[in-house]
């Protein structure tokens, strides 16, 4: 807490990478929380307080603590040989890892609006987004209505195919992250859909949280990775 | 007159069998107004709009079920007709004052196919646990033996083979309101002052008349 608020966002950007990796014993790469590059309420009223702290510290931790396990008992069943371990892994592994780049993505994906939340992109990716959905406010609706048909847990995407060289919409069950629908999707937004995400603040009503996350959504960073991608 | 009125009569949302407040502390009345006076009518009505003109239309919630399974290829109705079923299945299998262990026959089958009550209850909680994402963790009978099961999202034991006897709901809905990202704390509250083993027993009862 208070090293955010003394460090400037720029310093903070630099720890925040090399702290997230940890190295261990045998120089397995282990990971840590990133930090949110802005405090738990700076998001509201579109996003509380209360939920991006349990989100954060709870769900995200967990899914790290979780993923570290993993590898580590994957690490010791690859050197040993163990085949059948390393294969009964692989869904803690998607589960717990798809969890931790998922969310590491969403913390970036948002943005309070004295930030730049909400701002609509411009650019090349604002370009992009009024050719293939005709507008930001197209694109809005349909990534809303899929989040919202989510049946379960989930992610609602928008990503850039980098072989096809276009902008789609896709959802994803679980933590599986958005590559697992395309070996060539980049992921540019993504909106969690999992009821911790929105429920202690709108409940039963997913398509209001999907109405209002639109107001702190930090397409500066989405175009960004657009431009990067696209090069 | 009969034959409409069994049509709508098929897709009620039933009351729990206990007020809403009746299961406080261990679950709250907020959670019980949101997760059957929501979620749960949510799925009923949603089915009647989705069945509304088609072949589905009338037919039993276990008929709707079974056919729109397609061996896990689910189609459109399944997820309706399958949450309405789970969530009433859901509500019976609770009671205020209940949990703890079980008596009589039950209990006998579940020390004969768990070796002990406790192995049984470890291995109830680890599947509520680790059922990731959303989705139910069943006590199941099935070929003269119970077992413990755990499927995502709307599955139930139903189509898998078995009869459901017991169940908790781990959708994030179920417990977020009062235990948050706690699903531990939860399933054991559930385990120690929920669960209603006289429906079990009587679902017990009904399984094995019907496996003949």
């Known amino acids: 807490m208070a090293i955010r608020s003394v460090a400037s966002r720029k310093t903070l950007a630099g720890l925040k990478e090399t702290s997230s990796r940890l190295f261990g014993f045998r120089g397995l790469q282990t990971f840590t929380l990133p930090d949110l ?13 209360e939920i991006m702290q349990i989100h954060h510290q709870k769900h995200h931790q967990a899914y790290i603590t979780n993923y570290n396990n993993a590898l580590e008992q994957l690490d010791l069943a690859v050197n040993k040989g163990d085949a059948s371990t390393v294969v009964k892994l692989q869904s803690a592994i998607k589960f717990n890892g798809g969890g931790h780049v998922n969310h590491s993505i969403f913390w970036k994906n948002l943005a309070p609006i004295n930030e730049g939340g909400g701002e609509p992109p411009k650019g090349s990716l604002g370009s992009a987004i009024d050719t293939h959905f005709g507008s930001l406010e197209g694109l809005v609706k349909k990534m809303s209505a899929e989040g919202a048909a989510v049946q379960g847990s989930g992610w609602v995407w928008l990503g850039l195919d980098k072989e096809l060289n276009k902008l789609v919409v ?62 | 007159m009969a034959a409409s009125a069994a049509v709508t009569a098929n897709y009620v949302l039933k009351p729990p069998p206990f007020a809403l407040d009746a299961l406080e502390p261990h679950m709250s009345r907020q959670t019980l107004e949101f997760h059957w006076g929501k ?31 397609n061996n896990g290829d689910l189609l459109p109705a399944f997820n309706n007709a399958a949450q309405a079923w789970n969530h009433e299945f859901f509500w019976e299998s609770m009671k205020p004052g209940g949990g703890g262990k079980p008596s009589g026959e039950l209990l006998a089958l579940l020390e004969r196919d768990f070796t002990s009550y406790e192995k049984f209850y470890e291995e109830f909680n680890a599947a509520a646990a680790t059922q990731f994402g959303a989705g139910w963790a069943w006590l199941a ?54 669960v209603s083993w006289e429906a079990v027993s009587a679902r017990l009862e009904a399984a094995k008349a019907a496996s003949g």
């Not at chain 2, 908790?168 to 009062?178: G, M, P, Q």
Request: hydrophobic share 35%; charged share 25%; net charge neutral.
């Open chain 2, 141 to 194: 009978y099935a070929n003269d033996k119970l077992k413990v099961v755990k499927t995502p999202n709307a599955v139930n034991p139903l189509v898998l083979g078995s009869f459901p006897l017991l169940t908790i709901d781990v959708w994030e809905h179920a417990y977020y309101l009062d235990f948050q990202n706690r699903r531990p704390d939860y399933i054991k509250t559930f385990m120690n002052n929920l």
């Open chain 2, 39 to 69: 979620h749960h009518r949510a799925y009923v009505d949603n089915l009647k709009k989705q069945v509304l003109g088609t072949e589905l239309e009338g037919k039993t919630l276990d008929h709707i079920i079974h056919n729109t399974y």
């Open chain 1, 170 to 231: 896709d959802t994803t069950a679980n933590q599986d992250p958005l590559v697992t629908k395309g070996g060539s999707l980049v992921p540019l937004v993504g909106i969690d859909v999992w009821e911790h995400a929105y429920y202690l603040q709108y409940k039963n009503v997913r398509p209001e949280y999907l109405k209002n996350v639109w107001k702190v959504i930090n397409w500066k960073y989405a175009s960004e990775v657009y431009e990067k991608e696209c090069k």
């Open chain 1, 37 to 49: 590059p802005y405090d738990y309420g700076a998001l509201e009223p579109a996003i509380s307080g």
